[in-house]
């Protein structure tokens, strides 16, 4: 469904209006972004109490959800691009909400700069968009370019463009920020890694999937990129000390999971990930929380043992949390990253010398990559 509310811009003979699109890739995300942050704006107030920047935090707390809404919900590249850039700012506000620590504006400044690499590309793209087809709307660029650039050059260098998604995404080689952002209060890092920012890019290829699937070459690109960083940022959480640094690793590698999904042309079973995967960080981060206050903000994880007793609650969300980042069977990690698995196999088996294919029942599976 679009609904067009207002006219917006008038330029050069390109007219944007202020319209909003929601279909079924928009309702999911918009349940993800309220649901999780409904519960994570609830134990906020209980984390923030007594602090001095509680309206401030707050404040910042609802641009963030605002503008995530805004991005989702565009039906138009420029709508998207400023919800792109308002959760970007708004990264850099709470990643540095206590100012006054010289780490914590080092680690926001980090944060806001990488980022900035993948929206220059964003952009561009969205540059080369409006000089080729003469509109931003997403849903009218995507059919347009289905009909106009079938084998053309142009799909290749737009889709790389749009990669740029890895920066607010942390994909390598733009990862670099995101165990830094733990900088801030760890509501914002459970908001930032469950329901918001780093699930900007995967929103954003699978949006524009019609582009991507015009250039099996970026496909690819994309699925390597998420392999490799699945696995690098899986390997870097093992060596960690810092309790939220551990969690903050492991969000990179599901989102590794992701675009990975993704590159293998899985678009259902990535957004089922990144819906289960935002429910279990924001509770892995919520209890993380609750230790680490409940240890006066200790966040070393060797002087950590001996809490089950004390917090059997907590102990008992994190256990939950743990089991469904591990994927272990009836978990809602095991079921979306075993949609994810199967398809990527399906795909590689379906590429194999003689097309040898998945035997009964798998065969039923998803066929869009285009093995079955």
Known sequence: ????????????????????????????????????????????VAYMAGDE???????????????????VLGGDFLLLYLGWEGVGLCSFLLIGFWYREPENGYAARKAFVVTRIGDIALALALLIL??????????????????????????????????????????????????????GPTPVSALIHAATMVTAGVYLIARTQGLFLLSPEVMEL?????????FLAACSALVQQDLKRVLAYSTISQIGYMFFALGNGAFAAAIFHLMTHAFFKALLFMAAGQVILSLHHEQDIRRMGGLLRPMPFSALCFAIGCAALAA???????????????????CMAAALPGGWRWPAPWSRRSTVCGCS
């Open 1 to 44: 469904m679009s609904v067009e509310l207002l006219p917006w811009l008038s330029s050069a003979g390109l007219t944007v209006g202020f319209s909003l699109y929601f279909d079924g890739l928009s309702a999911v995300m918009v349940g993800v972004i309220t649901g999780v942050g409904l519960l994570i704006h609830l134990y906020s």
């Open 53 to 71: 920047g509680f309206a401030r935090f707050f404040g910042y707390l609802n641009l963030f959800v605002g503008a995530m809404l805004i991005l």
């Open 130 to 183: 409006i000089q080729q087809f003469g509109t931003l709307r997403i849903q009218d660029i995507v059919e347009l370019a289905q009909l106009q650039w079938v084998q053309s050059d142009w799909a290749t260098w737009v889709a790389l463009l749009l990669l740029g998604a890895v920066g607010k995404s942390a994909q390598l080689p733009l990862q670099t920020w995101l165990p830094d952002a733990m900088a």
């Open 222 to 230: 994309v699925a390597l990129v998420g392999a490799l960083t699945l």
């Open 328 to 346: 272990l069977p009836l978990t809602s990690g095991f079921y979306s990253k075993d949609a994810i698995l199967l398809q990527a196999w399906g």
